[in-house]
């Protein structure tokens, strides 16, 4: 099994202003994120930390396909009366979580979290932070008119990620990470996909027509690449572990779609952190697929469960049946189910069943599902075929997590979804991090600390003392023993430097 | 804290029913029910949504563009 579980959600947002069309995407995501907080930006993130060009398989690359559009949006930043601290206008949260304009789009990254309903919960709290920013935001503009889309698509062929991390053993050999996860991750999105009308490719834009299972299975262009933005991969191979090198890798997915379903997400990060922990007893799966590439956009364009993909080793799947030899090996596989992963398989289990017998009764727990109820039953009201652009609005506003015009807020509001957290998890989780991981230490110096920090970022904080600069080195905690003693500390201590000494000197 | 107050005054307006399904303890085996019931064709909360949905600009995706994210 995985020695330590770690997971965590960054989501990148879409922003739209509806007054104006010539409003700067730039600027509009800065504000959003400035209107969280009052005051300066003294927190800034340390950068130091972050190494897109480092490789899994074991090199570096010169350059990321994105790199000289990045390098382009540079020189069109630079023009703007904003430093690049402020343009990122990059925040830790006191929850622990990550929220800054990541270039156009205001992304949440989410705690470390230890437990699914933690992920969850945060995941959720993400969605109100910004809800709150922006009606901060529309405050100052004097009208409703930041629109904020929990989504993956513009329906013009651009994409923007919702990224699942989880923390791995290096003694896992990435071969074996890759072998494992591919048939799991290409049918993933029969649980985890948020669905959409039309097809669309970075190069043709959008075709509308027909309804999918996935947002981003149209983005997928390779199997295994370092990049995100260009050539996107299944498997992302960046090695960023952001914890000891020597011991972690971190599994940066950039595949999935965002959830607004609360039951989707828990069943998402659930069912890889299951198979991540198969993988590390030793699971191989009997099948590869023959062209995952193309397997994933088949699987996609068939919410009616029935294409079948070819495997390496000859013959055919159904996406289905991919996903229950996972959760029917998971069984055998693992010697240790707790209560999470019994919730996790039995859970699997049924909505396979369902999905193959019955898919409305997953309506407010799966997305797609969820998704194309709804505008089934739009269509058949208004007498309009899949076609109509239409669709592709209300696509959009299934999205929107204004609680006014939001489809998924309006079938919520309703009580017709199935939540995992309570409404004072969510309110908790806005303000504190989970108690038994770093992010939850993060936080807390935020919180006690906030105006003695000069730097900050996942792997640790770097504060200005009386007698000099600190450094309060997270890379290292990581399970719940070393975190408890570590948050005793930090709540004992009056300033950072009693804090670090406390932690330094045995008592 | 002002910024609290503020903070939790803007959140508790959010609407939000609980349907809770607890993550750890109350596990159903395949075929069992949990969750929503089948959804009703002709309930008043359909009606609801599809006010909600006719309400929604056609042309709006149309108009919504994003740069390229990751």
Redesign the interface.
Known sequence: MNPVRLFGIET?Y???REDS?TAD?VVESMELVRAY??GHFTRRWDYRGEHPHEDQRGFRVKELAQDK?EDL?AEQDAHRPFSFHEMKSDLVLPNGARFYN????PEYSTPECR???DI?AHDRAGE?IL??AA?RRNEVLGGRVVQL?KNNT???G????C?DNYLVSRSINFESLVRGLLPFLVSRQLIAGAGKVGRET?EKGFTPGGFQISQRADFMETELSVD???NRPILNTRDEPHATREHYRRLHL?LGDANMCE?AT?LKV?TTRVVLDMIAEGFVPSFDLASPVEAIQDLSLDPDLKVLVKRKQGGNILGLDIQRDYVQQARKVLSDID??T??IL??W??V??QLEH?P??????IDWVTKR??LE??VQ??GIGWD???L??????YHNID?E?G?FC??????????????NDI?EA??HGPLDTRGGLRGLCVQRFGEDISSIQWEGVHFNGEKGKLHFDLLDHLDPTSVAHCRAMLMDAKTPQDMIESMTVPK | MK??NQ??Q??GS????????D???K??????????K??E?DSP??D???K???K???????????????
């Open positions: 990148e879409g922003i739209a069309e995407p907080l009052d559009e949006f990541d270039h156009t789009h437990t699914l309903k969850v109100r809800w709150v009606q889309y513009d329906f013009h651009h994409s923007y990620g990224h970075q995100t933005m260009h950039i039951y828990a659930g209560e999470e019994e919730w039995q859970e289990e049924q396979l069943h019955d409305l009764q997953l309506v407010g727990k109820w709804l039953s739009f009201d208004e109509d652009p239409w592709a609005s209300l696509d959009l506003e609680p015009r489809l309006g079938l919520e509001a309703e009580g017709r979804t199935t939540s995992i957290s309570q409404e309110h806005m303000k | 910024q609290t903070f939790t803007l959140v959010l609407d939000r029913k609980e349907r809770p399904v993550p750890i303890s596990p159903s085996g395949p075929g069992e029910e949990s969750g929503p089948r959804p064709t909360s359909r609801n949504l599809m909600r949905m006719r929604v600009d056609p042309k709006q995706a149309e108009k919504y563009r994003q740069r390229t994210g990751e």
